[in-house]
Protein backbone atom coordinates (compact mmCIF):
# COMPACT_ATOMS: atom_id res chain seq x y z
CA UNK A 1 0.00 0.00 0.00
CA UNK A 2 1.80 3.56 -1.13
CA UNK A 3 2.19 6.25 1.56
CA UNK A 4 -0.22 8.57 1.53
CA UNK A 5 1.18 12.39 0.72
CA UNK A 6 0.52 14.05 3.68
CA UNK A 7 0.17 17.46 2.37
CA UNK A 8 -2.67 16.35 -0.07
CA UNK A 9 -4.37 14.18 1.98
CA UNK A 10 -6.89 16.73 3.14
CA UNK A 11 -7.45 18.83 0.49
CA UNK A 12 -11.03 19.22 -0.67
CA UNK A 13 -12.27 17.50 2.61
CA UNK A 14 -14.90 18.74 5.22
CA UNK A 15 -14.57 18.12 8.41
CA UNK A 16 -17.16 18.88 11.35
CA UNK A 17 -15.65 19.69 14.68
CA UNK A 18 -18.52 20.38 17.56
CA UNK A 19 -17.31 22.39 20.65
CA UNK A 20 -14.41 24.36 18.23
CA UNK A 21 -14.72 28.04 19.54
CA UNK A 22 -12.48 27.27 22.61
CA UNK A 23 -9.63 24.53 24.37
CA UNK A 24 -9.43 21.11 22.43
CA UNK A 25 -11.84 21.96 19.81
CA UNK A 26 -10.28 25.02 18.75
CA UNK A 27 -7.09 23.12 18.60
CA UNK A 28 -8.40 21.06 16.21
CA UNK A 29 -10.01 23.65 13.72
CA UNK A 30 -6.82 25.26 13.67
CA UNK A 31 -4.96 21.62 13.43
CA UNK A 32 -7.43 20.45 10.28
CA UNK A 33 -7.86 24.08 8.60
CA UNK A 34 -3.63 23.98 8.41
CA UNK A 35 -3.92 20.79 6.67
CA UNK A 36 -5.72 22.63 3.91
CA UNK A 37 -9.34 20.87 4.92
CA UNK A 38 -12.39 23.15 5.11
CA UNK A 39 -13.82 22.77 8.38
CA UNK A 40 -17.12 23.69 9.73
CA UNK A 41 -17.57 23.94 13.84
CA UNK A 42 -20.28 24.66 16.22
CA UNK A 43 -20.19 26.79 19.31
CA UNK A 44 -23.05 27.10 21.69
CA UNK A 45 -22.83 30.43 22.91
CA UNK A 46 -19.93 32.58 22.81
CA UNK A 47 -20.00 33.70 19.37
CA UNK A 48 -17.14 36.00 19.78
CA UNK A 49 -14.83 33.09 20.66
CA UNK A 50 -16.19 31.68 17.96
CA UNK A 51 -15.06 34.12 15.69
CA UNK A 52 -11.75 34.73 17.10
CA UNK A 53 -10.92 30.78 15.95
CA UNK A 54 -12.39 32.08 12.20
CA UNK A 55 -9.97 35.15 12.33
CA UNK A 56 -7.05 32.68 13.33
CA UNK A 57 -7.57 29.81 10.92
CA UNK A 58 -7.89 32.72 7.91
CA UNK A 59 -5.08 34.54 9.33
CA UNK A 60 -3.03 31.11 8.55
CA UNK A 61 -4.65 31.09 5.10
CA UNK A 62 -6.90 28.57 5.96
CA UNK A 63 -10.69 28.55 5.98
CA UNK A 64 -13.83 27.95 8.72
CA UNK A 65 -17.19 28.16 9.03
CA UNK A 66 -18.77 29.02 12.58
CA UNK A 67 -22.17 28.23 13.31
CA UNK A 68 -24.30 28.27 16.26
CA UNK A 69 -25.60 25.31 17.99
CA UNK A 70 -26.60 22.90 20.94
CA UNK A 71 -25.19 19.11 20.02
CA UNK A 72 -27.31 18.30 22.69
CA UNK A 73 -30.66 19.03 20.82
CA UNK A 74 -31.76 16.89 18.41
CA UNK A 75 -33.53 18.93 16.31
CA UNK A 76 -30.35 21.59 16.24
CA UNK A 77 -28.25 18.77 15.34
CA UNK A 78 -30.06 17.98 12.13
CA UNK A 79 -30.26 22.02 11.18
CA UNK A 80 -26.59 22.00 11.77
CA UNK A 81 -25.48 19.04 9.33
CA UNK A 82 -28.29 20.10 6.86
CA UNK A 83 -26.24 23.28 6.71
CA UNK A 84 -22.76 21.91 6.58
CA UNK A 85 -23.92 20.16 2.99
CA UNK A 86 -25.86 23.19 2.05
CA UNK A 87 -22.16 24.86 1.71
CA UNK A 88 -19.91 21.83 1.26
CA UNK A 89 -21.91 18.83 0.29
CA UNK A 90 -19.93 16.35 1.84
CA UNK A 91 -18.65 15.56 5.43
CA UNK A 92 -15.60 13.46 5.79
CA UNK A 93 -14.33 13.99 8.95
CA UNK A 94 -16.40 14.50 12.12
CA UNK A 95 -15.07 15.26 15.48
CA UNK A 96 -17.00 14.57 18.36
CA UNK A 97 -15.47 17.72 20.84
CA UNK A 98 -18.45 19.58 22.63
CA UNK A 99 -19.07 18.71 26.55
CA UNK A 100 -19.74 20.08 30.01
CA UNK A 101 -17.75 18.91 33.04
CA UNK A 102 -20.01 20.29 35.95
CA UNK A 103 -18.43 19.95 39.26
CA UNK A 104 -21.11 17.82 42.08
CA UNK A 105 -20.92 15.57 44.34
CA UNK A 106 -23.68 12.71 43.63
CA UNK A 107 -26.25 13.64 46.45
CA UNK A 108 -25.98 17.24 44.83
CA UNK A 109 -27.00 16.16 41.06
CA UNK A 110 -30.80 16.13 40.23
CA UNK A 111 -32.54 14.45 37.39
CA UNK A 112 -32.28 18.06 35.62
CA UNK A 113 -28.20 18.38 35.87
CA UNK A 114 -28.25 14.32 35.10
CA UNK A 115 -30.13 14.37 32.25
CA UNK A 116 -28.17 17.78 31.10
CA UNK A 117 -24.47 16.12 31.34
CA UNK A 118 -25.50 13.40 29.72
CA UNK A 119 -27.14 15.08 26.81
CA UNK A 120 -24.17 17.66 26.34
CA UNK A 121 -21.59 14.27 26.40
CA UNK A 122 -23.03 11.59 25.33
CA UNK A 123 -26.23 12.13 23.69
CA UNK A 124 -24.40 14.74 21.39
CA UNK A 125 -22.33 12.10 20.00
CA UNK A 126 -25.12 9.60 19.17
CA UNK A 127 -26.99 12.89 17.64
CA UNK A 128 -24.35 13.70 15.47
CA UNK A 129 -22.45 10.90 14.24
CA UNK A 130 -26.23 9.05 13.67
CA UNK A 131 -26.96 12.57 11.14
CA UNK A 132 -23.53 12.20 9.73
CA UNK A 133 -22.99 8.88 8.88
CA UNK A 134 -25.52 8.26 6.06
CA UNK A 135 -23.48 11.29 4.02
CA UNK A 136 -19.64 9.09 5.14
CA UNK A 137 -22.08 6.05 4.08
CA UNK A 138 -22.66 7.51 0.70
CA UNK A 139 -18.95 8.82 0.08
CA UNK A 140 -17.71 5.28 0.96
CA UNK A 141 -15.40 6.90 3.37
CA UNK A 142 -14.96 8.64 6.22
CA UNK A 143 -13.82 8.90 10.06
CA UNK A 144 -15.31 10.15 13.47
CA UNK A 145 -13.22 10.60 16.34
CA UNK A 146 -14.85 10.99 19.75
CA UNK A 147 -13.31 12.52 22.68
CA UNK A 148 -13.81 10.92 25.72
CA UNK A 149 -12.02 10.85 29.33
CA UNK A 150 -10.00 8.76 32.31
CA UNK A 151 -12.93 9.58 33.93
CA UNK A 152 -14.80 7.29 32.01
CA UNK A 153 -12.64 4.24 32.62
CA UNK A 154 -11.97 4.53 35.88
CA UNK A 155 -14.61 7.06 37.56
CA UNK A 156 -14.31 10.62 38.72
CA UNK A 157 -15.25 11.68 42.48
CA UNK A 158 -17.49 15.00 41.99
CA UNK A 159 -18.05 14.27 38.17
CA UNK A 160 -20.40 10.97 38.64
CA UNK A 161 -22.38 12.40 35.69
CA UNK A 162 -19.48 13.33 33.35
CA UNK A 163 -17.80 9.78 34.04
CA UNK A 164 -20.68 7.87 33.16
CA UNK A 165 -21.51 9.82 29.67
CA UNK A 166 -17.96 9.45 29.25
CA UNK A 167 -18.35 5.95 29.68
CA UNK A 168 -21.14 5.47 27.50
CA UNK A 169 -18.95 7.48 24.76
CA UNK A 170 -16.44 4.41 25.22
CA UNK A 171 -19.06 2.21 24.33
CA UNK A 172 -20.73 4.11 21.43
CA UNK A 173 -17.48 4.57 19.66
CA UNK A 174 -16.75 0.83 19.28
CA UNK A 175 -20.30 -0.04 18.62
CA UNK A 176 -20.18 2.50 15.78
CA UNK A 177 -17.06 1.31 14.94
CA UNK A 178 -18.57 -2.31 14.00
CA UNK A 179 -21.49 -0.90 12.23
CA UNK A 180 -19.33 1.64 10.16
CA UNK A 181 -16.54 -0.37 9.30
CA UNK A 182 -18.18 -2.18 6.14
CA UNK A 183 -18.92 1.43 5.07
CA UNK A 184 -14.79 1.99 5.03
CA UNK A 185 -15.74 4.76 8.05
CA UNK A 186 -13.67 4.00 10.45
CA UNK A 187 -14.67 5.43 14.63
CA UNK A 188 -12.15 5.44 17.09
CA UNK A 189 -11.82 7.53 20.27
CA UNK A 190 -9.07 9.88 22.19
CA UNK A 191 -8.60 10.07 25.61
CA UNK A 192 -6.82 12.84 27.12
CA UNK A 193 -5.57 13.59 30.44
CA UNK A 194 -5.75 17.21 31.79
CA UNK A 195 -5.38 19.63 29.81
CA UNK A 196 -4.44 23.16 30.07
CA UNK A 197 -7.95 24.78 28.90
CA UNK A 198 -10.70 27.15 30.14
CA UNK A 199 -12.67 24.36 31.12
CA UNK A 200 -9.95 22.36 33.28
CA UNK A 201 -8.80 25.98 34.84
CA UNK A 202 -12.04 26.51 36.84
CA UNK A 203 -11.35 23.59 38.63
CA UNK A 204 -7.66 23.90 39.60
CA UNK A 205 -8.09 25.49 43.40
CA UNK A 206 -4.84 24.55 43.78
CA UNK A 207 -5.07 21.29 42.31
CA UNK A 208 -2.45 22.06 39.66
CA UNK A 209 0.99 20.81 41.09
CA UNK A 210 -0.56 17.42 42.67
CA UNK A 211 -2.11 17.14 38.43
CA UNK A 212 1.19 17.55 37.56
CA UNK A 213 2.94 15.30 39.79
CA UNK A 214 -0.13 12.09 39.38
CA UNK A 215 0.96 12.43 35.50
CA UNK A 216 4.58 10.49 34.32
CA UNK A 217 5.52 12.91 32.31
CA UNK A 218 5.35 15.73 34.81
CA UNK A 219 3.00 18.07 33.06
CA UNK A 220 -0.34 19.18 31.39
CA UNK A 221 -0.97 18.23 28.19
CA UNK A 222 -0.92 21.45 25.33
CA UNK A 223 -4.51 21.11 23.27
CA UNK A 224 -2.17 21.24 20.53
CA UNK A 225 -0.67 17.64 21.38
CA UNK A 226 -3.96 16.50 21.34
CA UNK A 227 -5.30 18.09 18.09
CA UNK A 228 -2.14 16.13 16.74
CA UNK A 229 -3.40 12.56 17.48
CA UNK A 230 -6.66 13.56 16.49
CA UNK A 231 -5.66 14.69 13.28
CA UNK A 232 -3.81 11.68 13.20
CA UNK A 233 -6.69 9.46 13.24
CA UNK A 234 -8.59 10.87 10.58
CA UNK A 235 -6.13 10.19 8.47
CA UNK A 236 -4.88 7.69 6.17
CA UNK A 237 -1.90 7.21 8.13
CA UNK A 238 -3.95 5.37 10.48
CA UNK A 239 -6.40 3.30 8.08
CA UNK A 240 -5.74 -0.34 10.10
CA UNK A 241 -7.20 1.61 13.53
CA UNK A 242 -10.51 0.94 13.90
CA UNK A 243 -12.76 0.94 17.39
CA UNK A 244 -9.39 1.70 19.32
CA UNK A 245 -9.10 4.23 21.99
CA UNK A 246 -5.75 6.27 22.20
CA UNK A 247 -5.17 7.20 25.55
CA UNK A 248 -3.06 10.94 25.48
CA UNK A 249 -2.32 11.29 29.20
CA UNK A 250 1.23 11.64 29.58
CA UNK A 251 1.42 8.32 31.14
CA UNK A 252 -1.51 8.63 33.90
CA UNK A 253 -3.21 5.11 32.50
CA UNK A 254 -0.30 3.38 32.28
CA UNK A 255 -0.67 -0.36 33.93
Request: proline share 3%.
Amino acid sequence: MPEPSREAEFLGKVALVTGGGRGIGRAVVQAFAREGCQVAFCYRENAAAAQEVVEAVQAQGGSALALQADVADADQVRRLVSTVLEQYDRIDVLVNNAGSFPQQAVLEINDADWDAVLRSNLYSVFYCSREVLPVMMRLKQGAIINLVSVAGKRGSALHAHYAAAKGGVLALTRSLAKEAIPYNIRVNAVCPGRVVTGMLQGEWDGSLERWKKEAPIGRLADAVEIAEVILFLASQRASYIVGETVDVDGGWWMD
